[in-house]
């Protein structure tokens, strides 16, 4: 018996990489840029930039509402309050520190999110 899980295993194992090669995956578009094989450079950095703004903007917003709803269900505890409290402040601030460092880079100078780069001969 252990012999025959071993090999379904391996087959499996070894054939999963062939299976794989048959999805088609499309990524998200973030902030105009669609993430294929082809794109150089310039556009694969500014994609991940816009992916990177998202992801920390998301996890801030989820830290905000589980402090929020940790706040609303410590039923009087200060030890959780506090708790609390801190994680409420620590999304804020880190969902102001992701959208100053936007507003930054868009009002002061937008070309810093274009990347200009020599091509290379």
């Given at each position: 018996?252990?012999?025959?899980?071993?090999?379904?295993?391996?087959?499996?194992?070894?054939?999963?990489?062939?299976?794989?090669?048959?999805?088609?995956?499309?990524?998200?578009?973030?902030?105009?840029?669609?993430?294929t094989l082809d794109m150089?450079?310039?556009?694969?950095?500014?994609?991940?930039?816009?992916?990177?703004?998202?992801?920390?903007?998301?996890?801030?917003?989820?830290?905000?509402?589980?402090?929020?709803?940790?706040?609303?269900?410590?039923?009087?505890?200060?030890?959780?309050?506090?708790?609390?409290?801190?994680?409420?402040?620590?999304?804020?601030?880190?969902?102001?520190?992701?959208?100053?460092?936007w507003l930054i880079l868009?009002?002061?100078?937008?070309?810093?999110?274009?990347?200009?780069?020599?091509?290379?001969?």
């Amino acid at each position: 018996m252990k012999k025959i899980l071993t090999s379904i295993f391996l087959i499996s194992f070894l054939l999963l990489p062939a299976a794989s090669l048959a999805l088609e995956l499309n990524y998200p578009t973030f902030g105009g840029y669609t993430l294929t094989l082809d794109m150089d450079l310039n556009k694969l950095i500014a994609w991940f930039y816009y992916f990177i703004v998202g992801v920390a903007g998301l996890s801030a917003f989820v830290i905000l509402v589980w402090g929020g709803f940790q706040y609303l269900s410590s039923a009087g505890n200060p030890t959780a309050i506090g708790d609390a409290k801190d994680k409420i402040k620590s999304a804020l601030l880190g969902l102001l520190i992701i959208l100053t460092s936007w507003l930054i880079l868009q009002v002061i100078n937008p070309d810093l999110t274009t990347l200009n780069l020599p091509q290379l001969h």
